[in-house]
Structure formats: structure tokens, C-alpha cells
């Protein structure tokens, strides 16, 4: 197969290609990114080199750019993981997410028409589903869950989905969707709450945790993320979503108190800062149908995979440096002004 992947110079992108790359060798991989503030290449540096694997820069709303693409590789796959993906950002500027999550998936799926590509996948997330109340553990968000999102982010998401939908039953396109709980892992950006925490206790700096610290979420290994996509794409049924999540719910506040227990740093650094507008409370994945349909088990349980996660940063220092010593601390000064209480 040639699959185009969008978006792999990002985090989970990076870790689908490189798991692709080796696990598939007779498969072609064409990363095509635009390289925005979150990618980053370094995260392909294990398989750049490798005769199956090839970087392509660009836009996916450029409308030339994407369909004279498809007439060069004529791909068998695209999996779609190109994204404006950060909550607060989406807050102060959302018309990117809209170029980008909209636009760029719609440009996408006429390629895909244009060219009758055999497989589109669009990589979505549960935020589309809305948040839980804290005080009904017993519900979980289903593929039936009616869309309900609450941030320009899960808005520009949900509707992206919308159109993977629609392009299915108006043209017949083979299209699935997944849609994941929070990813933790290797080569996250740090404006995402784990390496983010990370990269500050390990610097003594403040911890900003928002409002109470109470809110939920359900951390999924990135790897294990990427690993349902594979078996979607691979045996999905063309038409449906699968909803993705490991049943690893916490709350921000233990999250961020076993990333200081496990760097023996003080809880004093943890400060409560002024929540975020629209703020989810919970969100938590019944992964049923995939684990039934598809046989997916995770493999990584949060108490592990948090604490090898943070081992993985404290080896790759060079990787978080390159990004701190960048537009970052631009970055941070100017989302995190207004929190101070
Ligand atoms: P990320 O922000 O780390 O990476 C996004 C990548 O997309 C970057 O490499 C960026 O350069 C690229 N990109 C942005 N705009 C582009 C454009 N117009 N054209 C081409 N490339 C562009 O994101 P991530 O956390 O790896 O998320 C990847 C996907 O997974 C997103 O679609 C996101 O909605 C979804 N998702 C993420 C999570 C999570 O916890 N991170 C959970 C569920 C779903
Ligand atoms: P984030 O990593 O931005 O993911 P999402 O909002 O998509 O779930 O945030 C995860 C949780 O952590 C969310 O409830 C907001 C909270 N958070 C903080 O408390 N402080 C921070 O500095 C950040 C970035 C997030």
C-alpha cells in the first residue's frame, strides 16, 4: 500500500509513521505536514532514512498542493491526523482550527473522491462527544453518543466528522473514523498538560493547574492509539466509527501529582491558576466495539506508561530543549498572563 499520512511530524502522527515504517516494509509512507509550531522532524529521526519512508511539506486546505499530490503518489490510503489540536489556543484564535480541521479535511476528501482513493481515515477524538458530569461514573461516551462539543477545537473536530459522514453516504466514499481518549507518550508537544508538567517540575517552576483540578480525563498510550488505527484501517468496517480508550480515568490533580512524586519534586510547586473558558468536566471512552469487532487490547496501563513516559523525557532533554529555547517561552508567557488569580 501507499499511505499518505497527514500530520506525522506531530506527536501521535510521528509514532504512526514510525510504527508503520517498521512494521510494514513493503508499504510506502508519505508524510505530508506543514511543519506548524508543533512539528517537529526530529520526532522521525529513527526511520528517516529508511527506503519506505518519505517527508513531503505542506498544507492540507492548499487545494493544488493536496490534489496534485494525489496524482503524483495516487495513494491507497490517507489517514488523517493533520490538525490545529490545543484547546486554549483554540480559545484565543479558532479560525485556524476551522482552515485547518474543516477546510483541510474537506479538501482532503474531494482528493480522495477526485482520485477514488480505496481508504480515507480520519483520526478524531471524544471531545466531539462533549464532556460527562463528574458525578455519573457510570456513564462513558459510545459511538451513539450524540456530538455535543464545547470548545472551537472539538467543534472544528466534530465537524470535520460530519463531512468524513457525509462524503460517505452522498458519495460513497470508503471512509472510518476513530475517535480517541487524551493521548500521553513520547514526543508531545509541551503546551499539553503531561509533558508540559514535566517539563516545568524538572525545572522547579510553577505547576498551573486550572480551577480545582478535579476535572477527568481518560489517558490512552499513544502507542496503543496508534495501533487501533492500524487495525481500523486494516479491517474497519468502511463506514463507521470506533471509539479508542483504554478505561484510565484521572483526575489532573493525581496526574500531575505522580509526575512530582515520580521527579521527587515538592507539591508546592502545584499552582491553581484560573480555569479554562468551557472547561470539560469528564471524558471517558467505552472502547467495546473495538475490542469486541477488532480484538484491540491496550497494552499500556497508565501507572506504567506514565512513569516510563516521564523516564523517556528525562533521556530525550535535546528533544524538550530544542522546543523550549524556540517561540515557546513567547508562547507561555502570553497564554498563561490572564490565569494568574
Ligand atoms: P499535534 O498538534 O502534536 O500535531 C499536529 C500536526 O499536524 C503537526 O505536525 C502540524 O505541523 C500538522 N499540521 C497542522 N496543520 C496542518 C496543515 N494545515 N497541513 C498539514 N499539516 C498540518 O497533534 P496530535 O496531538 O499528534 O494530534 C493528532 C491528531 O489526533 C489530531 O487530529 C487530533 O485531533 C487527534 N487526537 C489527539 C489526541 C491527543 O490527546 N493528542 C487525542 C485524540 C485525538
Ligand atoms: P490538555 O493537555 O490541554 O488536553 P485537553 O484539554 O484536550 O483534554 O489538558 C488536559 C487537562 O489538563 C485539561 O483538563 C486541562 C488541564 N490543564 C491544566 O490544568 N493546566 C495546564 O497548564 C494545561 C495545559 C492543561
Redesign the pocket.
Known amino acids: 500500500m501507499r499511505i499518505i499520512v497527514?500530520?506525522?511530524?506531530?506527536?501521535?502522527?510521528?509514532?504512526m509513521v514510525q510504527y508503520l515504517v517498521n512494521t510494514y516494509p513493503e508499504d510506502t509512507i508519505i508524510n505530508?505536514?506543514?511543519?506548524?509550531?508543533?512539528?517537529?522532524l526530529e520526532?522521525l529521526k529513527p526511520i528517516e532514512d529508511k527506503a519506505n519512508y518519505k517527508f513531503i511539506r505542506?498544507?492540507?486546505?492548499?487545494r493544488k498542493f493536496v490534489f496534485d499530490l494525489f496524482e503524483q503518489e495516487n495513494p491507497d490510503c490517507v489517514i488523517?491526523?493533520?490538525?490545529?489540536?490545543?484547546v486554549d489556543r483554540s480559545v484565543k484564535n479558532p479560525e485556524?482550527f476551522v482552515?485547518?480541521?474543516v477546510m483541510?479535511t474537506t479538501t482532503l476528501l474531494d482528493a480522495c473522491k477526485e482520485f477514488s482513493t480505496p481508504r480515507y481515515h480520519?483520526?478524531?477524538?471524544?471531545?466531539v462527544y462533549g464532556d460527562l458530569p463528574l458525578d455519573r461514573p457510570d456513564l462513558f461516551f459510545t459511538e451513539n453518543t450524540p456530538l455535543h462539543a464545547s470548545s472551537p477545537?472539538s467543534a472544528s473536530?466534530a465537524s470535520a466528522d460530519m463531512f468524513v459522514q457525509a462524503y460517505h453516504r452522498t458519495f460513497g466514499l470508503p471512509v472510518t473514523i476513530?475517535?480517541?481518549?487524551?493521548?500521553?507518550g513520547q514526543?508531545?508537544?509541551p503546551e499539553?498538560l503531561i509533558p508540559l508538567m514535566i517539563s516545568r517540575a524538572l525545572n522547579d517552576q510553577e505547576l498551573p493547574v486550572y480551577g480545582t483540578g478535579t476535572n477527568v480525563r481518560d489517558w490512552?498510550h499513544?502507542e496503543d492509539?496508534c495501533k487501533a488505527i492500524d487495525l481500523i484501517v486494516r479491517n474497519g468496517k468502511i463506514g463507521d466509527v470506533y471509539n479508542?480508550g483504554g478505561h484510565n480515568e484521572r483526575t489532573n490533580l493525581d496526574v500531575v501529582k505522580t509526575i512530582l512524586e515520580t521527579l521527587g519534586k515538592p507539591e508546592t510547586l502545584i499552582k491553581y491558576v484560573k480555569d479554562r473558558p468551557g472547561h470539560d468536566r469528564r471524558y471517558a471512552i467505552d472502547p467495546e466495539k473495538l475490542e469486541k469487532e477488532l480484538g484491540w487490547v491496550p497494552t499500556y496501563n497508565f501507572d506504567t506508561g506514565i512513569r516510563q513516559t516521564i523516564q523517556w523525557y528525562l533521556d530525550n532533554q535535546d528533544w524538550m530543549q530544542h522546543i523550549l529555547s524556540g517561540d515557546y517561552q513567547t508562547y507561555f508567557k502570553d497564554m498563561y498572563k490572564d490565569r494568574v488569580q
Open positions: 497527514t500530520g506525522g511530524a506531530g506527536f501521535i502522527g510521528s509514532v505530508l505536514d506543514k511543519l506548524t509550531y508543533a512539528g517537529n520526532n505542506g498544507d492540507i486546505a492548499d488523517n491526523f493533520a490538525a490545529e489540536t490545543h485556524d482552515r485547518t480541521n483541510g480520519q483520526v478524531s477524538t471524544d471531545e477545537y473536530k476513530s475517535r480517541c481518549s487524551n493521548n500521553y514526543y508531545q508537544f499539553k490512552l499513544v492509539h479508542i
